[in-house]
């Protein structure tokens, strides 16, 4: 009996407590629910059109992961190097690629490591689903990693849910990370904002022990970058610059060397250990830049460097020599660790140097429409505040955030595909104006009178703006992209938003073409002849042999037929492939068609600039009563490929477009001429929607005869 009274007595003692429920703390985790389900949401939002592996770079990672998959499944643990002693021979005919030595193994590791483990844990996925969605829970990482490093930054939870939302919606971070975007700076996202968080965590926390565990892990985690993302230079270099900035203004940061030592050494190791970065980090100038690090770190536990850095003057001094010292090193001797595309970060003025890489559309120079696109009406926060950091320039953290954005706002500004580092950091000082904005009017508010309609208030309008946002962006962001089956959302000119005739030409030339045939294309599509349709390819989006795409270039823009069928025939090809941007002016007849410039149609610009041709001889824009396209296009061996002419012009709706109808040049196969041509047009797509891609059988032997 005395037990029942004892639980009778507990029972009264838990109903007579009062439950008490922290409304910020819930409001809060409410939120960060919304913020990532949004995240989510916004990157599996293609789905809709199919569930496909995205665009063209994807696919050699898929190829890549499945070659470590299938030598795990025969030959076990020895399996786990087949990535570094597999040689391609499918592309660059007929040298091929040796994967190991030439390509990041990141991806295809991370993949395969992810397929592996859900398998041993009893989950029956295919491999290719794991890497059509696992670049969509990386993106949701990155956000919620966006979010850390805002609270990290500013201490303030309402930064890093803003932070974390429009980061998440920012179109160039959905770009490369929604579903099926299985590629570089997919995954390799979250691993460089991972080591930025843990490098800052480490400079902020008091125990040396601590320093040196927090840095040791942000290394590993700039190591496993450096096996992803060719950005990887970039942190290392920047934990460099930031080590002597910190000396040079005579910044102390207690116990620094905990924190430099770990981080920088855990990197090194790991990134020596990757073949594709060869010597760089010991010889090139991320190894160089870390030499000077290391040297002023060392040295001013010997020497009063503040005797040399206390003036302004001399600061700006120093700083200058060593910038000019490093741009002529770095232009004088080129081959110092930094392939093309890192040197047009760094030396703008050296695009026209590596035309190849400057024709590739991610490397282009951003524009301020870019950087509007993404940061919208948060343009003038980031401005408000650039001006709040630059005032907290002493705190470490405030300058490593405003070195963060100068670096990456000059880097993106060459090489758009950077924007998404840029955004990440400028959203976050976004966030720091747009709080201290709100908080000079929530300041004057009586809390304890209205604490209650405060909390609920911020509860309705964090969710009034996630809906609205998730709202806004199915309505402007409802694809960008091109995938395998070239998931265009479409034109005022169809009604179909989707196109599989890339589909139908994979499938032919899987069906139709020998394995020891070669096909001829642009560069673009290397990837999908290779790694989808099976086939031998001259070149694919590597871009890594610049002579191979001019000589294509050059054959394709050679006004002289038998010259261009010779370098094909130098080049062993049996096939060439071409895609254009038409779209179909009635769903009814494909015959008669505008050309969008979405294909050779459009890249010939790219291509003429790679053959030194002067390309504005192509387009007329003297006359608008002329067709855009001139005689000296279409007197071009690819003209001559695009089989179609001009016919009339038309208006529609406020545009004028050109209309063209379908007329080969070459005979169709089955035809009379066709026995007698040097090329015989054998596949043409047949999918009313934008696009259409053209296959030429090359016949040598009447070439031979001529």
Known sequence: MQKIRDFIKTLSRYRSTKLVLDVRDTTFYIALSLVLTVAFLVRIFSARYGVFIDEFDPYFQYYATKVIVDGISKDGLQGLFSFFNHHIDLTWYPYGVDMGSTYFPGVPYIGAFTYLFLKAIG????????????????????????????????????????????YTLAPSTILRSDLGWYDTDGLGMPFLLLSIYLFMKSIDSPRVYNKAIYAFFGGISAGILGA???????IYILVAVFTIMIIILNIEIPNYEATYFPF???????????????????????????????????????????????????????????????????????????????????????????????????QLRASFFTYFRDLHILTPFVIGGFYLVLKKWREPKYLLLLLIVTTSLYASSTFVRLTILFNAFAIIMAALAFSRLTNFFIDRIDVEKSQFRMYTFSFIAIFIVLSSSLLYMYSIF??????????????????????????QALEWIKNNVGDDEVIA?????????????????????????GTRIQELAKMFMSTDEKVALEALKKMNASYILIYIGTVPLNQDNIDAVFLAGTGEDGKFIAIAKIAGVNRSIFINEADPQAPRLTDAFWNTFLGK?????????????????????????????????????????????????????????????????D
């Open 521 to 545: 294309s642009w560069w673009d599509y290397g990837y999908w002849i290779s790694f989808i349709a099976g086939k031998r390819s001259l070149a694919d989006n590597g871009t890594l042999n």
């Open 478 to 503: 409802p694809l960008s992209r091109t995938t395998v089956a070239l998931l265009s959302h479409g034109t005022q000119f169809s009604q179909s938003p989707v196109s599989y005739d890339w589909l």
């Open 123 to 166: 989950l029956n996925v295919s491999l290719y689903m794991v890497a059509v969605y696992l670049p969509v829970l990386f993106g949701i990482f990155s956000t919620l990693l966006v979010y850390k490093i805002a609270l990290r930054i500013t201490g303030s939870r309402y930064i890093g849910l803003f932070s974390a939302l429009f």
């Open 228 to 234: 992803t993302w060719g950005i990887h230079q970039y």
């Open 641 to 705: 490929l695009i089989p179609y002419e001009f016919q009339t012009k038309q208006n529609v709706g406020t545009f004028t477009i050109d209309v063209y109808r379908y007329s080969p040049k070459y005979p169709e196969v089955g035809s009379q001429e066709a026995e007698n041509s040097p090329l015989v047009l054998v596949f043409r797509s047949t999918d009313p929607a934008p696009g259409e891609v053209v296959i030429y059988k090359i016949n040598y032997e009447v070439l031979d005869e």
């Open 264 to 362: 920088v050494t855990a990197a090194f190791i790991i990134l020596t250990s990757v073949p594709v970065n060869d010597y760089s980090y010991i010889f090139g100038v991320p190894g160089l830049a870390q030499y000077l690090a290391m040297t002023l770190l060392i040295l001013r536990n010997f020497v009063d460097l503040s005797l040399f850095t206390k003036h302004v003057s001399r600061i700006m001094g120093i700083g200058s020599f060593l910038g000019v010292l490093a741009l002529i090193s770095i232009s004088v001797l080129p081959d110092l660790g930094l392939p093309p595309r890192q040197l047009i970060v760094l030396l703008p003025f050296m695009r026209e140097a590596f035309v190849v890489a400057t024709t590739v559309q991610e």
